[in-house]
């Protein structure tokens, strides 16, 4: 079946280190997203990608980098500078806005 | 500021009744509307769509009004049942862009 997988489920990080979020697609989607979900504030963009090797700032990149060297995968790397790093992770794809984004099940990311 | 708003935080429904969920938006270039579902720890699945040249759009127990003047969508379930108790997303798209979401609606379908 195709879909989005996100790989860890849950994942704890020490202050100070950096941490790669997995996301793989096998849908042959184009565009892929990175969301975050924090209590009362919806899914907020982080980046995206509307093809290999291009992607660009959501409206909270700060602290966050991605690459995106395949078609099927956008991995998403928490550095150290990002302050709050403690929230569910989105990861998305879509090819057609008339289907709306295909979500993965997330990655819960706490900093201990 | 926030272009899309969904307004109650929570929402509470007896089980066989009517469940209304509300979005408003502030930007008129939006044209394209959709609705998600996210179960905790789950990523969001999509429900129901509509664009800005239709009025309702209806599947099965889903259906969604789309009040352009007032810049106003709607999600109507009936009837309501316990498995519908999830966070409920509306999101909007101007064409080209991607989409914005709201802060979401959790419902909460009483047995």
């Known amino acids: 079946d195709g879909g989005i997988t996100q790989s860890p489920k849950y994942l704890f990080r020490k202050e100070g280190q950096n941490v790669t979020l997995s996301c793989e697609q096998n849908l042959n989607h184009d565009a892929m997203y990175w969301y975050r979900q924090d209590p009362g504030q919806g899914l907020r963009l982080i980046y995206y990608?509307?093809?290999?090797?291009?992607?660009q700032k959501g409206d909270i990149a700060e602290g966050y980098s991605v690459s995106r060297e395949k078609k099927e995968s956008f991995p998403l790397t928490v550095t150290s500078a990002q302050k709050n790093p403690t929230a569910f992770y989105l990861c998305a794809s879509n090819n057609d806005r008339n289907y709306g984004y295909t979500f993965g099940s997330g990655t819960r990311l706490t900093v201990v | 500021d926030q272009q899309v708003k969904q307004n109650s935080p929570s929402l509470s429904v007896q089980e066989g009744r009517i469940s209304i969920l509300n979005c408003d938006y502030t930007?008129?270039?939006?044209?394209?509307f959709l609705w998600y579902k996210k179960y905790p720890a789950e990523g969001p699945t999509f429900l129901i769509s509509?664009?800005?040249?239709?009025d309702k759009n209806e599947d099965g127990r889903f259906t969604v009004f789309l009040n352009k003047s007032a810049k106003h969508l709607s999600l109507h379930i009936v009837p309501s049942q316990p498995g519908d108790s999830a966070v409920y997303f509306c999101a909007a798209s101007a064409h080209g862009q991607n989409f914005v979401f709201g802060p979401g609606t959790r419902l909460s379908v009483l047995p």
């Open positions: 930007n008129s270039m939006f044209d394209y």
């Open positions: 990608s509307q093809i290999v090797n291009d992607f």
């Open positions: 509509i664009s800005s040249i239709k």
